[in-house]
């Protein structure tokens, strides 16, 4: 009889079990559908069933938020916070449900709650319609910092402009003296402070710019252009391996694609490099070499370094690949973002970029520079090629909806690998400056777990400059938990940095700076201070390479792979 009813008891169970899981799956698809009301009846069956997981509580609260039942977000975000699930985004939705329910002094202690645990995402809080309620209050503008938004006078601005964001950095930056002392800080603080009034615009920019540069780590930044009212030169200048070059021009400035840039308003090329330097927070040398010919675009940058009093026509000393030089006037035009997320690779539509028309096909790495993620299989080498350029998952702008996600493509990947002829994989993320990094865990689960890709000499990791934040933690997991040989550039962060990046606009000027909330530790251990992930085949790009569409870091590979 014991036995029987023991047999009975293990049958429940397992049946309970496995309605358990279906039920968990249906809430699952319907999150990832964006089916709230689908959502919030199965979230609200498996808290019943399971009240002792965080996650789940988290998820009912936020599809209850989405529905607008305010009642059910309260009490499964409260329940959400006490098991310290994302505890910050936790307390902040409960924020909004406060605010949406009219319950304004309870918003606000649970946002001041959300601050205390990490959760100081100010720009969208600033600009959240949920929020809207709190706005006038002082507990709000305390908060954030923003206790004034109009302005007797421009010096009144510029200064008010500075004193938020020195309050903000100081405030919520993780560790704001980790390269400075208080005391210099205190000192071109001040000194800005009390020069604003003669100043320019500009010179005020740059000035705030370089200020924050003196923090000195890589998601710490101040954006000079992000304002569109800076100008720009039409001609893109990147640092290849032999100089700084034209790499792509507006339509009217297309002839000097491809030009070596030998001086900028009359001051030569590495000294212009030296001086935009001072302008970037950055992990190591590799993130100046990427951000410094960004910031050697701005018109108005000249005008601060040397004898240029015209910022919107500047002198540039060109040579050609016979070293003859020619000097030409170059007419800067306004820099306008289309978005935000723009800072790091500002857009530049219809420009020129004469690789395009090199008698070589275009490289693997420049076909897709728009897909977050892709793969291609090359038959002849039995290798398969996947670009990662993005830490996010695909967006379909038409339908306005997520795309196929990083989970859902990691499995295509797995899939890919097992059943096709391939011997060797390369992961391309030489251009990937970030995004989430718990995102790409599936895609490191695929690759650890296959032994037939998980070899030395089989798998091969391109990284670069733009190699950055979320793309940094991926190269760093795969370094400690794969067999991979890493090729290319070095990347452009090093393994134990400070991070997140968290934009503020500053509310006078409307410019955009960005501050570090969390200090990373991705190396082999908290002593690893490599500066950087080294290339076990260093690959750099050679001006000759990009302009006869020319791939040294595929050429090593494949190289590499015939021995």
């Not at 699952?28 to 399971?50: F, G, L, M, P």
């Not at 997991?477 to 070095?490: C, Q, R, S, Y």
Request: charged residues 20%; negative net charge; glycine residues 4%.
């Amino acid at each position: 009889m014991r036995i029987i009813i023991t047999l009975l008891l293990f049958l429940l169970a397992k049946s309970i079990t496995a309605q358990d899981a279906a039920l968990l799956q249906e809430a699952d698809n319907s999150y990832r559908k964006q089916d709230w009301k689908s959502a919030i009846a199965t979230y609200q069956k498996i808290t019943e069933v399971n009240p002792y997981n965080g996650r789940y509580w988290y998820r009912l609260a936020f599809v209850a938020l989405k529905t607008g039942q305010y009642d059910i977000a309260i009490r499964a975000g409260e329940k959400a916070s006490t098991l310290y699930f994302l505890p910050g985004n936790a307390m902040y939705n409960l924020a909004c449900a406060y605010a949406l329910d009219g319950q304004t002094e309870k918003a606000l202690d649970w946002l001041e709650k959300a601050y205390d645990n990490d959760f100081n995402e100010l720009h969208n809080i600033i600009n959240d319609e949920d929020l809207k309620t709190l706005h006038d209050t002082p507990r709000f503008k305390n908060l954030t910092g923003r206790t004034q938004t109009t302005f007797a006078s421009r010096e009144e601005g510029w200064r008010y402009d500075l004193q938020y964001l020195i309050h903000i950095f100081e405030k919520y930056h993780v560790n704001i003296f980790h390269d400075i002392t208080p005391t210099a800080w205190q000192q071109a603080c001040e000194k800005l402070y009390q020069s604003i009034p003669s100043m320019t615009d500009y010179e005020i920019t740059l000035a705030m710019t370089k200020l924050v540069a003196m923090i000195n780590d890589g998601h710490t930044n101040m954006f000079p252009y992000s304002n569109g009212k800076m100008n720009r030169l039409p001609i893109e200048p990147y640092l290849f391996q032999d100089g700084l070059f034209v790499k792509s021009a507006a339509p009217a400035y297309k002839h000097l694609i491809g030009k070596k840039i030998i001086s900028i308003g009359g001051i030569s090329a590495n000294d212009l490099l030296a001086k935009s330097y001072e302008y970037i927070g950055n992990d190591n040398e590799w993130q100046n070499k990427m951000m410094g010919p960004l910031l050697l675009q701005t018109g108005e940058f000249y005008c601060t370094q040397g004898n240029i009093k015209d910022c919107k026509n500047i002198p540039v000393i060109l040579q050609d690949h016979n070293e003859k030089t020619t000097q030409v006037i170059l007419e800067t035009m306004p820099w306008k973002l289309d978005n935000h997320s723009e800072m790091l690779n500002p857009s530049k539509k219809d420009w020129v970029y004469d690789n395009a028309t090199a008698t070589n096909p275009l490289p693997l790495y420049l076909q897709h520079p728009e897909k977050n993620y892709w793969m291609h299989i090359m038959e002849e080498q039995q290798l398969l090629y996947f670009q990662f350029n993005q830490v996010v998952n695909q967006f379909n702008h038409a339908e306005n909806k997520v795309g196929e996600t990083i989970e859902a493509f990691s499995k295509r990947l797995e899939q890919t690998i097992a059943d096709k002829p391939i011997e060797a994989l390369v992961i391309d993320i030489r251009n990937n400056t970030g995004g989430n990094g718990f995102l790409a865990l599936p895609i490191i689960k695929t690759i650890i777990k296959s032994d037939k890709i998980n070899q030395r000499g089989k798998l091969f990791i391109i990284t670069g400059r733009r190699t950055f934040s979320a793309a940094m933690e991926f190269a760093c997991k795969l370094e400690l938990w794969t067999n991979a040989m890493f090729i290319g550039e070095p990347t452009g962060s090093s393994p134990i940095n400070y991070g997140e990046h968290n934009p503020i606009m500053l509310p006078y000027s409307g410019l955009m700076a960005s501050y570090s909330s969390r200090y990373f530790q991705h190396g082999y251990s908290s002593k690893d201070n490599r500066p950087f992930i080294a290339p076990d085949i260093a690959a750099e790009l050679h001006s000759s390479d990009y302009f006869n569409n020319i791939d040294p870091a595929m050429d090593a590979i494949i190289k590499y792979l015939k021995k």
